[in-house]
T-cell receptor, first 114, second 112 residues
Framework: GNSVTQMEGPVTLSEEAFLTINCTYT??????LFWYVQYPGEGLQLLLK?????DKGSNKGFEATYRKETTSFHLEKGSVQVSDSAVYFC?????????????FGKGITLSVRP | DVKVTQSSRYLVKRTGEKVFLECVQD?????MFWYRQDPGLGLRLIYF???????EKGDIPEGYSVSREKKERFSLILESASTNQTSMYLC???????????FGPGTRLTVT
């Protein structure tokens, strides 16, 4: 079946540090890949996505590249801010007939200190 | 922007009560989903629906039912609430495969 594996957390960084959060996946076919962010007490927000190999998704300074050869979709940001403190989820959406069903990683908590 | 709304942000109910959680989306999406989120367990899919009046079980449907009478509205029903159903409940909608899902703000349900 489909699965998403995220690196263990939590992660604590100082403001302006470089961020990498690892994500690898297992899926049949050609899934679309996503990163979601959840701020405290809120629902999940779609941060970025990539729908085919070598695509790069980007938003709010975050980037992730769909790497089919390594089945990875690592999230990066060059300079984190305190406001980036949140839980980050990697997810995939594999075609199952005509329907859409997401498989999520367990999420990782990022804390950015001033 | 896609907007998914949930009827309550916080809800407290007693054991044995029937509980309705409502979700409405305004973007004419075909697909709608209900998840629960618990510390250490991540997001787990309860039920989903690909069209009006149809529903399919997710990974943890026991103790829940759903209703989708109109395209924009998807309701989660706890027939007889129990304390192990205390959780954050998240509704989502999606236009199509590969397009991702759009989530509501969540309902934090406490069953006492």
């Amino acid at each position: 079946g489909n699965s998403v594996t995220q690196m263990e957390g939590p992660v604590t960084l100082s403001e302006e540090a470089f961020l990498t959060i690892n994500c690898t996946y297992t899926a049949t076919g050609y899934p679309s890949l996503f990163w979601y962010v959840q701020y405290p007490g809120e629902g999940l927000q779609l941060l970025l996505k990539a729908t085919k190999a070598d695509d790069k998704g980007s938003n709010k300074g975050f980037e992730a590249t769909y790497r089919k050869e390594t089945t990875s979709f690592h999230l990066e940001k060059g300079s984190v801010q305190v406001s980036d403190s949140a839980v980050y989820f990697c997810a995939l959406d594999a075609f199952t007939g005509a329907n859409s069903k997401l498989t999520f990683g367990k999420g990782i908590t990022l804390s950015v200190r001033p | 922007d896609v907007k998914v709304t949930q009827s309550s942000r916080y809800l407290v109910k007693r054991t044995g009560e029937k509980v309705f959680l409502e979700c409405v989306q305004d973007m004419d999406h075909e697909n709608m989903f209900w998840y629960r989120q618990d510390p250490g367990l991540g997001l787990r899919l309860i039920y989903f629906s690909y069209d009006v009046k149809m529903k399919e079980k997710g990974d943890i449907p026991e103790g829940y039912s759903v209703s989708r009478e109109k395209k924009e509205r998807f309701s989660l029903i706890l027939e007889s609430a129990s304390t192990n159903q205390t959780s954050m409940y998240l509704c989502a909608s999606s236009p199509a495969v590969g397009a991702g899902q759009y989530f509501g703000p969540g309902t934090r349900l406490t069953v006492t």
